[in-house]
């Protein structure tokens, strides 16, 4: 098989680390679902769902029925997935078929749910999600009712599966207003499911932040996205668990992900040449030079021209230059004994240096999920001890 012009590896005792610290977190009880919705936020659905599932993990919350149909072809027979973004209509029977849930936001939504349990002979597994506040997705308060009245009549053939909604915002402390007054609102609509007698069998509200930082709101199932990869969803969130334990700085969470390629060639280039399109590197000296190939159409960010490294040798090498679409060059005329062929490690570690993800994304503006889920798919991801 010819080879990709680079990898990424994914560490599963690190995904194992962070599993455990999370469950100490929420409770033996909650169901931890694991978000894998924009390729597992870059990691690669199709290695990093069994890999989740050797960690003990049975769900998967997904964004689409295409997401939820590439886990499906990986996934053992008894996992369950939850699609909390898009499905169409024509697709919501093959969901009922595979006994794969799905939200519903809407009231008119019941009515096609219904007509495909029919066509089925399967019941469909249904989360009714909720507008609190986040005014994104989420049944308005004056559909509710209608919509508990329905699923009272229709119990046997549409399953209330879930009740939810989605936090805006939890992982900063100056939203605590809105989040706090987002929960009120969704203990309003659990009210109503009491008073009609028809409750749902998993409530849930909690995203990686407020699971990490605001217990009250862990009810049955909670939706880990960023935290189960090793990245805290911010520094509001990782200062609230330095405060709980009594520490100056914790590594509780570790980075599942690294990414490499190898030195594709080297050259040397004279004081005063230019250094890739156009003249934003001069050379100011005689300068040897590593040409790396990979770029921006690999999900590398042309932001990191002229100012981002890679590791060679456990040493940094700054980047030169313009990142093209499929090369950059890196400046090793410091760094002993390096060869073609050799190890480049754009995230990640090695020897006592490391690069993070955030090294590209405070220099670009990305955010960490921004700059992860960009990675395109056709770069080979495999699971390392």
């Known amino acids: 098989m010819v080879k990709h012009s680079s990898r990424i590896e994914l560490k599963q005792s690190a995904y194992k680390n962070n599993v455990n610290f999370i469950r100490k977190k ?42 939820a149909e590439e886990v499906l072809e990986v996934c053992q027979p008894d996992t369950d997935i939850m699609i909390m973004g898009i499905i169409y209509e024509e697709d919501i029977p093959w969901a009922v078929e595979h006994n794969i849930s799905f939200f519903v936001y809407n ?53 209330f599966e879930g009740l939810c909604t989605h936090f805006g915002g939890a992982e900063s402390i100056s939203n605590q207003f809105k989040i706090d007054q987002q929960h009120a609102r969704y203990k309003e609509f659990l009210k109503q499911c009491k008073s009609k007698k028809i409750e749902p069998r998993l409530r849930h509200i909690a995203c990686s932040a407020a699971a990490l930082a605001m217990p009250d709101t862990v009810y049955d199932l909670v939706r880990i996205g960023v935290a189960q990869y090793g990245f805290w969803p911010s520094p509001d969130i990782y200062f609230h ?19 490499k390629t190898d030195i594709m060639d080297i050259r040397d280039v004279k004081e005063g040449e230019f250094i890739g399109y156009g003249t934003s590197y001069q050379a100011s ?51 002993k004994d390096v060869s073609v062929g050799d190890e480049v490690v754009l995230i990640g570690r090695q020897k006592n240096n490391v690069i993070n993800v955030a090294s590209f994304t405070n220099s670009t503006m990305l955010l960490n999920n921004e700059m992860l889920s960009r990675l395109p798919a056709a770069i080979p991801r495999k699971v390392v001890k």
């Open 285 to 335: 000296h005689n300068m040897k030079i590593a040409v790396i190939p990979l770029g921006y159409s690999n999900g590398y960010p042309r932001a990191l021209s002229n100012r981002g490294f890679v590791l060679i040798n456990g040493k940094k090498a700054p980047i030169v230059g313009l990142i093209n679409m499929n090369l950059f060059m890196v400046d090793i005329t410091y760094i």
């Open 107 to 159: 009231y008119d939504r019941l009515a096609l749910s219904l007509a495909a349990a029919e066509q089925v002979g399967k019941p469909a597994k249904v989360h009714i999600e909720v507008e609190t506040g986040a005014n994104r997705t989420g049944m308005q308060a004056d559909e509710f009712p209608k919509a508990l009245t329905f699923l009272r009549k229709h119990k046997d053939k549409v399953e």
């Open 26 to 67: 929420i409770g033996a009880h909650p169901i931890l679902s694991s978000v894998v919705k924009a390729n597992a936020y870059g990691h690669g659905i199709h290695s990093f769902v069994p890999m989740a599932e050797k960690c003990g993990v049975k769900h998967f919350s997904v964004a689409s029925s295409f997401e």
């Open 241 to 259: 668990h330095l405060n709980e334990v009594g520490k100056k700085s914790d590594g509780a969470l570790k980075r599942v992900f690294s990414w």
